[in-house]
């Protein structure tokens, strides 16, 4: 794999000589902002201020600078001037989009620097997807950083296209652009103390990086057990509770607001001063719709100052606090020495970018961006890697049939709105020649789940309730964390058509009715990701989300939801191709309970 150079991420010598030339007034700066009121993000306060730059750093914050013969003075009148915004935890993936249009959406909105843990691709395609993770994010007008997965794949009961072991995540973190290992989700693995699963986050400690969390749910010595492995942070908390309980265990919290989990509302109490240094801002998962409406991580701390959070705190949570946890190195505060990664407000309720510079060069203006992303070099094995991902079985009908008999129940997974977690639930089976139907008139379609890497054709079935469908089929490439089809639907038909139009399309979203597909969206690369610009892919989007309403589907963003059905690490009731997964017992069960 192609490694950065540290050089990239880090000043020169050079570099910090200069900026020091120019903050003892040896050396011309290359910007002054004048007339400036700079969120402190340090001491929380205002300061009316001048920012003198020098290259890719900030040389002095000091009202002296106004009177510099710099190359070039902005006087702001007054503006703000804050931090770059750094998005702690994020997968580039759920946006459905390369990283340069992903940048190109969250640029123009404050985010300078984001923390990816790509392990959407990795499932997918493993090691070589990793690598092209990390080239297809050069030359971006933005920093990004990785955690490196570790969880690939995430369970043994699910069937992905790779699998990445302790030694490779070993070799991988000595990338200079890797500053954690990605979310621990094996957590009860972890809490009973599986080896493999503590040497990997063992890896945190060797290597000197972070190790993320993800623990939904956990209290009491369960809680201790798996942060005493060395996870150092968790973003599942989903209620006020659990989030006060592992701050007090000393875990970092990152605060989440993403299109499916919405929890900065619930969790936002805790982002007092007290707190201060301990809450950092992430998104997860958003989708293209939300990113072009709402924006990243910035609508996080938007919506903070919306709610009376004082603004340095706000965006302290965005910025000085998640560079402190991954230990990026001259991030996240408007000082000396740091790098000029900068953005000027008119206002900060709102919080809307008007110029955004990242290193010192301006990257956008007034919501557009002032430089284009240049086409990285990308290694041929890493683009065969996403090529060609879905190889889907043949589906007939009868392997789509649940046998059941008369008076026979079925467990039945019910998705949590606006959260990940699921409820089982037990209802009498609607019986039709001896097999366990979907039936529109009590809200119970069928989900499927069918591997599409090539390894053994699973095809596993279970029920679903709560998503209003009236007819027809739903299906997806997009499946937490195995990256199977997912698909939903009333009729078995539509289903099988569904499976075979994503074989056909090399993965994405399809919708069926009767037999013929009446909307989709192809994503070519790993079957997760197109190459289209972002506003083209939410156009297409939000016609399939609209055939999918057409079904009769009243859920939002209903494909992410669809997509977090097949993830066996949070609770309760999931389906992959295994079968239906008992989160809790961590075992296959049965689908259909005798009577």
Request: glycine fraction near 10%; include cysteine; aromatic fraction near 4%.
């Amino acid at each position: 794999m192609a490694e950065q150079t540290r050089s990239t991420l880090l000043p020169t010598q050079s570099e910090v000589a200069r900026a020091v030339a120019v903050a003892a007034g040896r050396e011309r700066p290359d910007i002054v902002f004048t007339n400036a009121r700079v969120v402190n993000v340090i001491t929380q306060e205002i300061m009316e201020t001048a920012v003198a730059v020098a290259g890719r750093l900030i040389a002095g914050v000091d009202p002296s600078y106004a009177a510099c013969d710099a190359q070039t003075v902005i006087d702001l009148n007054g503006a703000y001037v804050a931090p770059g915004l750094i998005d702690g935890h994020l997968h580039v993936e759920s946006s459905l989009v390369t990283p340069a249009a992903y940048a190109a959406a969250v640029v123009p909105r404050g985010v300078t620097g984001i923390v990816w843990d790509p392990h959407e691709i990795a499932n997918v395609a493993g090691t070589a997807g990793l690598a092209w993770c990390m080239q297809a994010s050069r030359a971006l007008p933005m920093s990004v950083w990785f955690d490196i997965p570790s969880c690939v794949p995430s369970t043994s009961l699910e069937t992905a296209g790779a699998r990445i072991g302790v030694e490779k995540i070993a070799k991988l973190l000595k990338n200079p652009a890797v500053v954690g290992v990605g979310e621990l989700m094996s957590f009860d693995a972890a809490i009973a103390g599986d080896p493999d699963v503590l040497a990997r986050a063992f890896l945190g400690q060797e290597y000197g990086v972070v190790v993320d969390g993800h623990a939904p749910g956990i209290s009491g010595r369960r809680t201790q057990a798996y942060l005493a492995g060395g996870v150092g942070s968790d973003h599942e908390c989903t209620i006020l509770e659990e989030a006060h309980e592992k701050l007090r265990a000393g875990a970092f919290l990152m605060i989440r607001e993403g299109s499916a989990t919405r929890n900065l509302g619930t969790l936002l109490p805790l982002l007092t001063a007290e707190h201060a240094d301990r809450i950092g801002f992430v998104t997860d998962d958003r989708l293209p719709e939300d990113l072009l409406a709402d924006g990243g991580v910035d609508c996080l701390v938007r919506y903070a100052i919306e709610h009376q959070v004082p603004p340095a705190l706000a965006v302290r949570a965005a910025s000085w606090n998640t560079a402190r946890y991954f230990g990026l190195s001259r991030r996240g505060a408007v000082a000396p020495g740091f790098f000029a990664d900068l953005i000027v407000l008119t206002e900060l309720v709102g919080f809307r970018a008007h110029s955004v510079y990242h290193e010192g060069t301006l990257v956008a203006r007034e919501g557009a961006l002032q430089i284009a992303s240049r086409t990285p070099a990308i290694e041929t094995s890493a683009l065969k890697a996403v090529r060609h991902s879905v190889t889907v079985p043949r589906v007939h009908a009868a392997r789509l049939a649940v046998p059941a008999t008369d008076g026979a129940e079925i467990r039945v997974i019910r998705p949590v709105a606006e959260q990940i977690l699921t409820t089982e639930e037990r209802v009498p089976a609607t019986v039709r020649n001896g097999c366990a139907v979907a039936d529109a008139e009590r809200d119970i379609a069928k989900l499927v789940c069918v591997e599409r890497h090539g390894h053994n054709g699973n095809v596993a079935v279970g029920f679903v309730t709560g998503f209003g469908m009236r007819r027809g089929a739903i299906a997806g490439t997009v499946a937490h964390d195995h990256h199977n089809v997912m698909a939903m639907g009333l009729d078995d038909g539509d289903i099988a058509t569904a499976v075979e139009r994503l074989g056909e399309i090399g993965g994405g979203f399809v919708v069926v009715d009767q037999g013929s597909v009446i909307a989709e969206l192809a994503l070519p690369v790993a079957g997760l990701l197109s190459e289209a610009p972002i506003e083209s892919v939410d156009s297409t989007m939000r016609a399939v989300d609209s055939a999918a309403r057409d079904l009769g589907i009243n859920w939002p963003a209903v494909f992410m939801t669809l997509s977090f059905l097949g993830l066996p690490v949070i609770p309760e009731l999931r389906l992959t191709d295994h079968g239906l997964i008992d989160v809790e017992r961590g075992a296959v069960v049965p689908v259909v309970v005798a009577p």
